[in-house]
């Protein structure tokens, strides 16, 4: 099993979502956060005074995914979270070595 986290756009959340559910994938975490990369935040203006944006709103998505269908739902999430423009987000995939159901106690991928 692999814990995949993707840090996305947050217009692109329901898009990721449909396009995990359409592989298979039957749950995840989504996570408002604040970050920045290599955009490094942004200018803007506010009632005439200018003022920097260092964190960007993002959203973190984080699934626990049998290792066969790792490679698909990587896939997925950067075909559906992709604009082609700077800060679309990033994938990290760790390894999981195991999951416990609080409510069954079932482990493993039977508790995925």
């Not at 995949?4 to 039957?26: C, N, T, Y």
């Not at 935040?41 to 709103?57: C, I, M, Q, S, W």
């Given at each position: 099993?692999?814990l ?49 944006v ?59």
């Amino acid at each position: 099993m692999k814990l995949v986290i993707a840090i996305i756009k947050p217009f692109k959340l329901d898009e990721v979502r449909e396009a995990l559910s359409g592989i298979g994938v039957q749950g995840f975490t989504a996570t408002e956060v604040k970050g920045f990369g290599r955009q490094k935040g942004h200018t803007e203006l506010y009632r005439g005074a200018e003022y920097v944006v260092d964190f960007l709103p993002k959203v973190k998505i984080e699934v626990i995914i049998e290792d066969d269908l790792v490679e698909k739902s990587v896939e997925a999430i950067q075909t559906a979270a992709a604009t082609g423009r700077i800060g679309d987000g990033k994938i990290f995939i760790s390894p999981v070595e195991d999951v416990i159901r609080i409510r069954t106690g079932e482990r493993g991928s039977d508790a995925i």
